[in-house]
T-cell receptor, first 115, second 111 residues
Framework: DTGVSQNPRHKITKRGQNVTFRCDPISEHNRLYWYRQTLGQGPEFLTYFQNEAQLEKSRLLSDRFSAERPKGSFSTLEIQRTEQGDSAMYLCASSLIGISEETQYFGPGTRLLVL | SQQGEEDPQALSIQEGENATMNCSYK?????LQWYRQNSGRGLVHLILIRSNEREKHSGRLRVTLDTSKKSSSLLITASRAADTASYFCATDARGAQKLVFGQGTRLTINP
């Protein structure tokens, strides 16, 4: 257990529905990242926050995706009008920027299946 | 797109043997990290090596980094069945905060 939690762990939805995932980072960590991982591939970066500011978004993050971190603590990732291609594992990670090396600690992931 | 490539894509060895996995990347980096992922689970951080380091050890793990060749290797000594997992290298390019992962090496330790 890295200290990063994600909910739900699994989500099955029908195409066209909206889904929302939550990530709770390690409490003192100021950076929070979202990645997506498809079967047999490594994780791919989606977006990251420093405190409550969203500082970078990947081109993978289409208009149907939105992420928030309203109080600089937990974060949500919402996918609107889901498509079958959205089926993947969504991983959250957190880190603490500072004077030493920056390790990203990952949560267990939310596995999404769009039918 | 993936930054690097792991080699081999799959590796199967007997318990007690050493396992070596390689990673190549494309851009200049700050750090290179290795992660382990058990099937269907999240990633567990194993070790980080900075761009100005050449070798690092942690328990049964040994990581090397050759920035001139843009490559790294992960050696697991005296392998155990519990080491069965996928192993990923990840780099953070200079000026960037995100990690860029390779496709991973699937390691199987046979008892």
């Amino acid at each position: 257990d890295t200290g990063v939690s994600q909910n739900p762990r699994h989500k099955i939805t029908k195409r066209g529905q909206n889904v929302t995932f939550r990530c709770d980072p390690i409490s003192e960590h100021n950076r929070l990242y979202w990645y997506r991982q498809t079967l047999g591939q490594g994780p791919e970066f989606l977006t990251y926050f420093q405190n409550e500011a969203q500082l970078e978004k990947s081109r993978l993050l289409s208009d149907r995706f939105s992420a928030e971190r309203p109080k600089g603590s937990f974060s949500t990732l919402e996918i609107q009008r889901t498509e079958q291609g959205d089926s993947a594992m969504y991983l959250c990670a957190s880190s603490l920027i500072g004077i030493s090396e920056e390790t990203q600690y990952f949560g267990p992931g939310t596995r999404l299946l769009v039918l | 797109s993936q930054q690097g490539e792991e080699d081999p894509q799959a590796l199967s060895i007997q318990e007690g043997e050493n396992a070596t996995m390689n990673c190549s990347y494309k851009t200049s980096i700050n750090n290179l990290q290795w992660y382990r992922q058990n099937s269907g689970r999240g990633l567990v951080h194993l070790i980080l090596i900075r761009s100005n380091e050449r070798e690092k050890h942690s328990g049964r793990l040994r990581v090397t980094l050759d920035t001139s060749k843009k490559s790294s290797s992960l050696l697991i000594t005296a392998s155990r069945a519990a080491d069965t997992a996928s192993y990923f290298c990840a780099t953070d390019a200079r000026g960037a905060q995100k990690l860029v992962f390779g496709q991973g090496t699937r390691l199987t330790i046979n008892p």
